[in-house]
């Protein structure tokens, strides 16, 4: 069989695909907006010069921090083990041109999830998010199982205010494999959107009412990390 090539894409994943049982998510911290930039070029050009890796791998996306600091990366895998095996044979070269080409690059880490549930898209809603915001909810110690009936709290809060997030277009709650958080990714028509549901009542989550306050204090929840993202490049075979 030919190696199937590599193409760079515009458009969004779709986070509900039933066949990425293994969603990744990481971080990179490279320094300023302009080495953003680079590091977004420098990996896809790499990525382009090579064959797709595996059909395992279903996509591969970046996005830079409004921190101009960091870079998220989410991949979309099949499996962990199919993961494991890419590890193996063929990251590393990857890795090494792209360091060639941005040195300094800080890797703060890899986090392999779930996706558990998601407030989907509605039917005909054809916008193109202009904010992503990655949420990150800690538990504490020994919590892991709290986290499915919190990510149902959430859910029925959204439900029970739809008219406060008409700029959400969609969110999806992955478990981390390690038991110790819940990571939201949230689809945002804009910036401002999302800025006038922080504005409300409610201190940032929800509209303040009882089922968001039930949210906000929720047992066994340490704290939450947001962090909001632009997305820059796809990749997927082409």
Same mark, same amino acid.
């Given at each position: 069989m030919t190696p199937r090539t590599t193409r760079r894409t515009d458009a969004h994943p779709d986070l509900t695909r039933p066949?990425?049982?293994a969603p990744l998510f990481s971080t990179w911290r490279v320094g300023t907006p302009e080495r953003q930039q680079a590091t977004v070029e420098a990996i896809a050009a790499t990525w382009e010069r090579r064959p797709w890796p595996t059909p395992a791998l279903l996509g591969? /996306?970046?996005?830079?921090?409004?921190?101009?600091t960091t870079l998220m990366h989410h991949s979309q895998w099949a499996s962990e083990a199919d993961y494991e095996a890419f590890v193996k044979t063929q990251r590393q070269e990857r890795v090494d041109e792209i360091d060639t080409l941005v040195p300094g690059i800080e890797r703060l880490g890899l986090d392999r999830y779930r996706r558990y549930r998601s407030r989907e898209r509605a039917a005909g809603d054809t916008r193109v998010p202009g904010l992503v915001v990655a949420v990150r909810i800690d538990f504490e110690p020994g919590a892991a199982e709290r986290r499915?009936?919190?990510i149902g709290e959430v859910l029925r809060a959204l439900a029970g205010t739809p008219d406060d997030h008409r700029g959400?277009?969609?969110a999806h709650f992955h478990l981390s494999t390690d038991g110790t958080h819940v990571l939201n990714y949230a689809e945002w028509e804009s910036e401002p959107a999302y800025d006038a549901v922080l504005a409300a009542p409610g201190e940032g989550i929800g509209d303040g009412g009882e089922q968001w306050e039930r949210v906000r204090t929720y047992p066994?929840?340490?704290?939450?990390?947001s962090?909001?993202?632009? /997305?820059?490049?796809?990749?997927?075979?082409?």
């Amino acid at each position: 069989m030919t190696p199937r090539t590599t193409r760079r894409t515009d458009a969004h994943p779709d986070l509900t695909r039933p066949d990425a049982g293994a969603p990744l998510f990481s971080t990179w911290r490279v320094g300023t907006p302009e080495r953003q930039q680079a590091t977004v070029e420098a990996i896809a050009a790499t990525w382009e010069r090579r064959p797709w890796p595996t059909p395992a791998l279903l996509g591969y /996306h970046v996005y830079t921090g409004y921190d101009g600091t960091t870079l998220m990366h989410h991949s979309q895998w099949a499996s962990e083990a199919d993961y494991e095996a890419f590890v193996k044979t063929q990251r590393q070269e990857r890795v090494d041109e792209i360091d060639t080409l941005v040195p300094g690059i800080e890797r703060l880490g890899l986090d392999r999830y779930r996706r558990y549930r998601s407030r989907e898209r509605a039917a005909g809603d054809t916008r193109v998010p202009g904010l992503v915001v990655a949420v990150r909810i800690d538990f504490e110690p020994g919590a892991a199982e709290r986290r499915t009936d919190w990510i149902g709290e959430v859910l029925r809060a959204l439900a029970g205010t739809p008219d406060d997030h008409r700029g959400l277009i969609s969110a999806h709650f992955h478990l981390s494999t390690d038991g110790t958080h819940v990571l939201n990714y949230a689809e945002w028509e804009s910036e401002p959107a999302y800025d006038a549901v922080l504005a409300a009542p409610g201190e940032g989550i929800g509209d303040g009412g009882e089922q968001w306050e039930r949210v906000r204090t929720y047992p066994a929840v340490k704290g939450f990390t947001s962090t909001r993202y632009r /997305h820059a490049v796809g990749l997927l075979p082409a």
